[in-house]
C-alpha cells in the first residue's frame, strides 16, 4: 500500500496563476484533510472532506478550493496564487481518529 | 486560532535523557494525539489518549492528561539520536470530525 501521495513534490508559481494539488489514499478512507504548514508554526486546517462528494471549510480556506470527486482524491486548487500562499501543503485521510499524512508539496509563490 | 499551545517551542538534550512536552488547549476534547514530523516530511502518529484518560504509555512515549487544567505532557524516556523532530499535540474537538494543532516542540537530541 502507497498510503497518502501528493503530487507533485515541488512547484513554483508566478503571481496570478493556478494550480491543483492532488491527493491519492488507497486505504478506503472516509475523511480528508488539507493543511498547511508554515516555518515555526504547527498545521493549519484549510479544507476538509467527510466523504465522497462532501467538503467543509476550515480554519483558513479563502484563496483555496477544493473537490472529492472520488472517495480516493481530494484535489486543492488555487484559482489566483498570492505570495502568502507560499507554503508547505500536507494531505491527510483517516477512518478513526488517527490521521495518515502524505509527504507534503512545497509551494512557493514569486 | 490555534487549539494547542506547546512548550518548550525548543528543547535540546543529551542522548539517553528524558524528554518532557507539555501541551495545553482551550475546549473541551474528545481526545488528544501527539504527532511526530521529521525535518521535511509529513506527520506521524504516535499516540492518543481519550478524555476519560489521565495517562497512557507505548513503548518509551507516555501521556498523560489532565482535563480540569486543559492540558497534556508527552514524556519520551531514554531517548536516542533518532527522536530528534519536531512534536506536535493535536485535539480532537467534540462534535468535529477533525483536529486542531499546536505550534509544536522542536526535539534535538544530542549524541
Known amino acids: 500500500n502507497a498510503g497518502v501521495t501528493q503530487t507533485p513534490k515541488f512547484r513554483v508559481l508566478k503571481t496570478g496563476q493556478s494550480m491543483t494539488l492532488l491527493c491519492a489514499q488507497d486505504?478506503?478512507?472516509?475523511?480528508m484533510y488539507w493543511y498547511r504548514q508554515d516555518p515555526g508554526m504547527g498545521l493549519r486546517l484549510i479544507h476538509y472532506?467527510?466523504?465522497?462528494?462532501?467538503?467543509a471549510k476550515g480554519e483558513v480556506p479563502d484563496g483555496y478550493n477544493v473537490s472529492r470527486l472520488k472517495k480516493q482524491n481530494f484535489l486543492l486548487g488555487l484559482e489566483s496564487a498570492a505570495p502568502s500562499q507560499t507554503s508547505v501543503y500536507f494531505c491527510?485521510?483517516?477512518?478513526?481518529?488517527?490521521?495518515?499524512f502524505g509527504p507534503g508539496t512545497r509551494l512557493t509563490v514569486l | 486560532s490555534q487549539q494547542g499551545e506547546e512548550d518548550p517551542q525548543a528543547l535540546s538534550i543529551q542522548e539517553g535523557e528524558n524528554a518532557t512536552m507539555n501541551c495545553s488547549y482551550k475546549t473541551s476534547i474528545n481526545n488528544l494525539q501527539w504527532y511526530r514530523q521529521n525535518s521535511g516530511r509529513g506527520l506521524v502518529h504516535l499516540i492518543l489518549?481519550?478524555?476519560?484518560?489521565r495517562e497512557k504509555h507505548s513503548g518509551r512515549l507516555r501521556v498523560t492528561l489532565d482535563t480540569s487544567k486543559k492540558s497534556s505532557s508527552l514524556l519520551i524516556t531514554a531517548s536516542r539520536a533518532a527522536d530528534t523532530a519536531s512534536y506536535f499535540c493535536?485535539?480532537?474537538?467534540?462534535?468535529?470530525?477533525?483536529?486542531?494543532f499546536g505550534q509544536g516542540t522542536r526535539l534535538t537530541i544530542n549524541p
Open positions: 486505504m478506503n478512507h472516509e475523511y
Open positions: 491527510a485521510s483517516a477512518q478513526g481518529y488517527e490521521q495518515f
Open positions: 472532506s467527510v466523504g465522497e462528494g462532501t467538503t
Open positions: 489518549i481519550r478524555s476519560n484518560e
Open positions: 493535536a485535539t480532537d474537538v467534540q462534535g468535529a470530525q477533525k483536529l486542531v
